[in-house]
């Protein structure tokens, strides 16, 4: 989704009849073929439907997902599972200068490319380039010329300090070979189909319902990766993904499936992990003076809808029981805990504190009105809140609040809309209430949180596009100010004290109210590979659908026996 974070949406259900899954997947009779008998392959499927257009350019926003992190490797892999440092991939080392504005990187030895020639910083350095070269390119807003100072020795350096620059520069660029790239004519139109790179796996074959991976037979990493090829399919739907995983047609997957713990214990061969990182919130346009209008515009009203809410059964209707808390500060609580400046904002309420919430309105003038729903100066507290339709787990989300709030005194109206009607409305700041997650940023440092979401610098007026991120349309002086701080130092205690601030100034205003951090169910089979990420162990961020984490998962996983 344009502006939201990657959601994969839960299914209705598992098809009933696993010969459907059957049928389904002999549609892709004219993928491409296994390859040799006795050579290990598994199957993937990353949430594609229908037809599949090939693009494997590391540069586009439409490539093939795993063409970053499979098939092309950045410096270094930010793990977004586990609060933990950087890990060196096609560096080994790199260092600020003390002002911010000079990145120093050394690549690793010991590299070639997938068509054997030799990886060197003349490559790291030409990459970059391309980027701050080709504005189309340059998603990342990359200010930086590159310089190979040596055979392993890189030097960005940047027009003004930007140390937050940082994860998208060494976690999120895809290297490319200078000696294949220096002649493609159009790099942003490019398809790239015989890419050449240095991850674990290259593309051997492709068509428009599957595309075939084999591992590098130069790859850099000793003994690694051990599964010799992987097929990438497109189903009719997710449902069918489901019955085909049910079927043994698919290794890795992520989905929501209904009665999923009773799914394992008749499936030995299947196993899941839950890495919840996306926190399901009601955005809210909050600022009157933005353009937005409504009974939300008041902070009292945005208080008590985060107190009058029960959580817990939100979880257990829509969330399947496997949402974990979330945080109003916006931080996930189990993962990143260290940032959460004050321990009594570690984790929202687990259920409706409705006494607290009455007291918040009738301080704030909010009156019990004849029918129940209160109201002030004439107006009824009466909010609408959009979601998608289709998106199961928030239209129930939506029906359980509509009852919980009534309680309190609030008329909650859900409406169902189009996926591009709801991010039009979202983006310009046309709604009230509006059912969305927030989470995988660049890193897990906050300050890429609370400057996309929450700093003035990342919103507009209420008619204008905030495709920058701050669809509250949130402002706040202390808060800017605060990030200012944060993002113009490496020195994590001043970030630590800068969020703190940030955080009792969101505690208190609440433009983005948080329900809990969703659940992010994977499903693997592990009849044809064994080492997947686990609850206990969760290496890596399992989703089928995460680029760069899929290449750490596709080298550690090794054959079953």
Not at 19 to 43: F, K, Q, R
């Amino acid at each position: 989704m344009s502006l939201k974070s990657p959601r994969r949406r839960r299914t209705v259900g598992v098809v009933g009849s696993l010969a459907a899954a059957a049928l389904l997947l002999s549609a892709c009779s004219s993928s491409p073929e296994s390859g040799e008998a006795g050579e290990s392959t598994i199957t993937v499927f990353n949430g594609s439907t229908g037809t599949i257009t090939e693009n494997f350019n590391p540069f586009s926003s439409t490539a093939l997902q795993p063409t970053n992190g499979v098939v092309f490797e950045s410096l270094y892999w930010y793990n977004a599972a586990q609060d933990e440092d950087p890990v060196p991939v096609l560096a080994t080392a790199f260092e600020w200068n003390e002002e911010g504005t000079e990145l120093t990187i050394t690549t690793r030895e010991g590299v070639t490319w997938s068509d054997g020639e030799d990886f060197t910083a003349e490559d790291v350095a030409f990459t970059f380039n391309l980027v701050a070269e080709t504005p189309e390119l340059n998603t990342t807003g990359l200010s930086a010329v590159a310089e190979a100072t040596d055979e392993n020795t890189v030097v960005l350096t940047f027009e003004e300090q930007s140390f937050m620059q940082e994860p998208s520069v060494l976690g999120n660029r895809g290297i490319v070979p200078e000696h294949i790239w220096k002649d493609v004519a159009d790099p942003i139109t490019e398809v790239n189909s015989s890419p050449v790179g240095t991850g674990p796996y290259t593309v051997e074959s492709f068509s428009p319902q599957s595309y075939l991976l084999t591992k590098n037979e130069n790859y850099w990493e000793e003994g690694k990766p051990a599964i010799d090829q992987v097929r990438y399919i497109s189903l009719e739907n997710a449902d069918s993904a489901s019955a085909a995983l049910l079927a043994g047609d698919i290794d890795w997957m992520s989905s929501f499936l209904p009665g999923l713990e009773q799914l394992l214990a008749d499936n030995e061969q299947l196993s899941y992990v839950n890495t919840p990182a996306l926190t399901t919130s009601i955005f809210t346009c909050s600022n009157p003076e933005l353009g937005c209008e409504g009974p939300q515009t008041d902070a009292a009203v945005r208080q008590a809808l985060y107190y009058g809410i029960d959580r817990e059964q939100l979880n257990n209707l829509a969330g399947g029981g496997f949402a974990s808390p979330a945080s109003p500060t916006m931080i996930l609580p189990e993962r990143d805990a260290r940032w959460i400046g004050d321990s009594a904002n570690s984790e929202v309420p687990s259920g409706a504190e409705v006494d607290q919430a009455e007291q918040i309105l009738e301080d704030a003038g909010w009156t019990e009105g004849s029918d129940g729903i209160r109201e002030k100066d004439g107006e009824r507290l009466s909010l609408t809140i959009q979601t998608v339709s289709g998106w199961s787990d928030y239209i129930s989300l939506n029906d359980a609040m509509t009852q919980q709030l009534a309680e309190i005194g609030v008329e909650l109206n859900p409406v169902q809309l189009s996926w591009n009607e709801w991010n039009n409305n979202q983006t310009l700041g046309q709604f009230q209430l509006s059912l969305d997650s927030i989470g995988l940023q660049p890193s897990n440092n906050p300050y890429f949180t609370y400057n996309r979401w929450y700093a003035s610098t990342q919103t507009v007026p209420v008619g204008e596009s905030a495709s920058a991120g701050n669809a509250a349309r949130y402002s706040n002086p202390i808060v800017d100010e605060a990030v200012l701080t944060a993002g113009a130092t490496s020195d994590e205690a001043v970030q630590a004290e800068q969020y703190a601030i940030i955080q009792g100034e969101i505690v208190r205003d609440m433009p983005y109210i948080p329900i809990y951090v969703n659940s992010m169910l994977t499903e693997f089979s592990t009849e044809n590979a064994v080492g997947w990420p686990s609850n206990d162990d969760p290496y890596a961020l399992a989703a089928a659908w995460k680029s760069w984490d899929n290449g750490v998962i596709l080298k550690t996983i090794t054959p079953a026996e």
